[in-house]
């Protein structure tokens, strides 16, 4: 008992040490979780070297109220969701899917890999996103949803994310979400195109909201729910851009019936992976069936850890997610965090078969009873 005493003394001590030698640098320190109640603090060099090892978290320095000991009241609320038990919408949805264009996905993924990186906090990963709120602005004025709009959620670094909003009957809200910055790990202001990782989940989901503002209904805000597409900033930071989102959205009260994450779609000709932790399973058991109601590639079952993608931030606010990415973990793209992740390793079918997948959720949930 005293040895173990003095053991946890002198780690404490040593924590202590530590974390005065980091006040007296006056570097800022960060709090991530990398785990239901395990969180540590680090420097923004330590964050990075973490994320170098593979480690998954989520950035809860300015959002103590997506700790995982902070969330279980908002549980109850997520589990009160009923997804459909089939899919109710194949005449549309498969008409809308025909709509679907590999030559646009290919175009518009260029155009947003040409940038020299898309990092959260550089110039040119504003002028991305700057470009991609241009994109989603002329969908929206091309179609006949004239309740339509979007939206540039602003962030205390230089990257906005981005909010789409097609309304329903009801302000409940269906969300489709990827994430718009990129990062060379071993060089943070090196080139990073991003091509899979993760333009190719955010082309996914332009192209799908294109044809879906395509139909007379969802353009007429008939559906039940409200439908939302986020393009997040700082995602390879720790989840920096959808923390703030959804964390403003459970502060001020607003439902979210599900939440499905693209996070790198193009790599291979792989069944798709879905993701089975930190998801929601009720809503993941759906995205099951959509998969094998709209796609043709299939799916395995799989896991990404802890803070892997957005979707951690969507279930660390208390509301359903759930994220599909291109394969099984363990044969996802080896390109990613590089400048290598370029636009000769994506497969354009591979993309459109997630793009399938999202024009079925999205339609199918907008106009379900949840």
């Not at 509301?319 to 636009?343: K, M, N, Q, R, W």
């Amino acid at each position: 008992m005293v040895r173990s005493l003095l053991v946890a003394a002198l780690a404490a001590s040593s924590t202590a040490l530590s974390i005065k030698r980091r006040e007296a640098t006056k570097e800022e320190l960060f709090t991530i979780e990398l785990g239901p109640g395990v969180t540590q603090v680090v420097t923004e060099e330590e964050k990075w070297a973490l994320k170098s090892e593979g480690k998954t978290f989520i950035d809860i320095t300015k959002h103590p109220n997506l700790a995982s000991s902070a969330t279980a009241k908002s549980a109850a609320k997520a589990a009160a969701v009923a997804y459909p038990a089939a899919m109710a919408q194949a005449d549309a949805v498969n008409g809308l899917i025909g709509q679907l264009s590999k030559d646009n996905l290919e175009t518009k993924l260029t155009t947003f890999s040409e940038f020299y990186t898309r990092y959260y906090t550089s110039e040119t990963g504003k002028e991305s996103s700057d470009w991609l709120f241009g994109q989603v602005q002329d969908l929206i004025a091309a179609s006949d949803a004239a309740g339509a709009s979007a939206k540039q959620f602003e962030h205390e670094w230089t990257q906005s994310s981005i909010i789409a909003t097609i309304p329903g009957k009801s302000t409940d809200k269906v969300i489709v979400g990827a994430h718009q910055d990129s990062v060379n790990g071993q060089d943070r202001t090196g080139r990073s195109p991003g091509a899979d990782d993760d333009g190719s989940g955010s082309m996914t989901i332009l192209e799908a909201m294109r044809v879906l503002l395509s139909d007379p209904q969802i353009a007429a805000g008939e559906g039940a729910n409200t439908l939302e597409f986020h393009w997040y900033s700082g995602e390879e930071a720790g989840l920096l851009g959808s923390a703030d989102i959804f964390d403003s959205y459970a502060s001020s009260g607003e439902v979210v019936k599900a939440m499905l994450q693209q996070d790198m779609t193009g790599y291979g000709g792989n069944p798709m992976g879905v993701i089975t932790d930190r998801v929601d399973s009720d809503l993941t058991d759906f995205i099951r069936k959509v998969i094998d109601a709209y796609t043709t590639v299939g799916y395995v079952d799989t896991e990404c850890g802890y803070g892997c993608s957005d979707h951690s931030s969507a279930t660390a606010a208390g509301y359903p997610s759930s994220f599909v990415i291109e394969a099984d973990f363990d044969l996802t793209s080896p390109y990613i965090h590089t400048d290598g992740d370029t636009l000769d390793t994506v497969s354009y079918d591979h993309v459109l078969e997630h793009a399938k997948m999202v024009v079925g959720y999205a339609y199918e949930l907008t106009f379900a009873d949840l």
